[in-house]
């Protein structure tokens, strides 16, 4: 089982910049591909940022041009530049084991919070 621990989530001005980080860890923890969803209070859960097994890369469109995901083997990260107080919300690391399967490995998240 592969296991997913987010890290880096804090409050913020507007503004400001966070990173996260999400580490895998558990057996097979080689993940085809990783990324970011994030869910605010009310609203459903919705992508952020994926990356895949070659480092292609895929962002909503509110967040194309502020944020950068990025990995390392088996850690992914995002950089979040200029935040702004909608981008408040739980983000969720998630993974995905083979190129034909999809994102059913989950983290428990990170709140991130960023005050106008």
């Known amino acids: 089982q592969v296991y997913l621990v987010e890290s880096g989530g804090g409050l913020v001005q507007a503004g400001e910049t966070l990173r996260l980080s999400c580490a895998a860890s558990?057996?097979?923890?080689?993940?085809?591909?990783m990324g970011w969803y994030r869910q605010a209070p009310g609203k459903q859960r919705e992508l952020v940022a994926t990356?895949?097994?070659?480092?292609s890369t895929d962002y909503a469109d509110f967040v194309k041009g502020r944020f950068i995901i990025s990995r390392d083997k088996n850690t992914v990260y995002l950089a979040m530049n200029s935040l702004k107080p909608e981008d408040t919300a739980r983000y969720y690391c998630?993974?995905?084991?083979?190129?034909?399967?999809?994102?059913?490995?989950w983290g428990q998240g990170t709140q991130v919070t960023v005050s106008s």
């Open positions: 558990g057996s097979s923890s080689t993940l085809y591909a």
């Open positions: 998630c993974g995905q084991q083979s190129p034909f399967g999809t994102y059913n490995i």
């Open positions: 990356i895949a097994g070659r480092g």
